[in-house]
């Protein structure tokens, strides 16, 4: 099965759109589609990518932030290979301190008590086949992905998480409504067919009930 897989992935046009562009991964062309529906990036734009492996989110970011943006990405183990322009922390994002990505951003600017313009999460669990246990585990992923940002986003700021479609879907999205302008779901074309993925795209972060 395994290498149906493979045989498959190698025939997918985004898969093959993304090797000639030089991009890492096909997500890619998700954050793309996001970012052009829901103008998520500007120039100059302060980025915090959580679990950013293999790098291709942080690759499309810096086409868009340009040379005065800061990008910062975190993830469990080391990139294989640098991002140009990207900070990268090594860590457990479940258990990483929101001050240590803090710090990174003003060690990058030079500045104390920074805050990020977009915070931006593609993770996902290593799914199990048990589609329950998926969405749990789903749904951690994204409570943190959020937590971080409620702590780290400036006035104004931007959210994207991926979200397996589950029992507490719309608690979820309710979650990012109540500190966001506006909360709004989206799938990309570029995601498969049979993925129960979506992405919860808050735009216009406010900083009311810290």
């Known amino acids: 099965m395994k290498r149906l897989d493979d045989r498959a992935t190698r025939r997918d046009r985004f898969h093959r759109m993304a090797k000639q562009q030089g991009f890492r991964a096909r997500a890619v062309f998700k954050l793309e589609e996001l970012d052009e529906r829901f103008d998520l990036l500007r120039p100059g734009a302060h980025v915090l990518d959580l679990g950013c492996a293999p790098g291709s989110w942080l690759q499309y970011a810096r086409t868009r932030v ?13 990139l294989q290979s ?17 001050e240590v990505l803090r710090g990174e951003l003003a060690a990058a ?12 999460s593609d993770m996902a669990p290593d799914t199990s086949g048990v589609r329950q246990l998926d969405q749990a585990r789903s749904e951690v992923l994204f409570e943190r992905a959020l937590e971080l940002a409620i702590a780290l986003l400036a006035p104004g700021g931007n959210f994207v998480g991926k979200l397996f479609q589950g029992p507490d879907f719309k608690r979820l999205v309710d979650a990012v409504r109540a500190r966001f302008a506006t909360a709004k779901t989206a799938k990309p074309e570029s995601s498969r067919q049979i993925s129960i993925e979506q992405y919860v795209v808050g735009k216009g972060f406010e900083e009311r009930g810290r």
């Open 66 to 78: 340009g040379d005065r943006g800061v990008l910062v990405g975190v993830d469990r183990a080391p």
């Open 82 to 98: 640098p991002v140009a322009g990207a900070r990268i922390v090594v860590g457990d994002v479940a258990a990483i301190d929101a």
């Open 109 to 120: 600017l030079g500045t104390a008590s920074p805050k990020y313009d977009v915070v931006l």
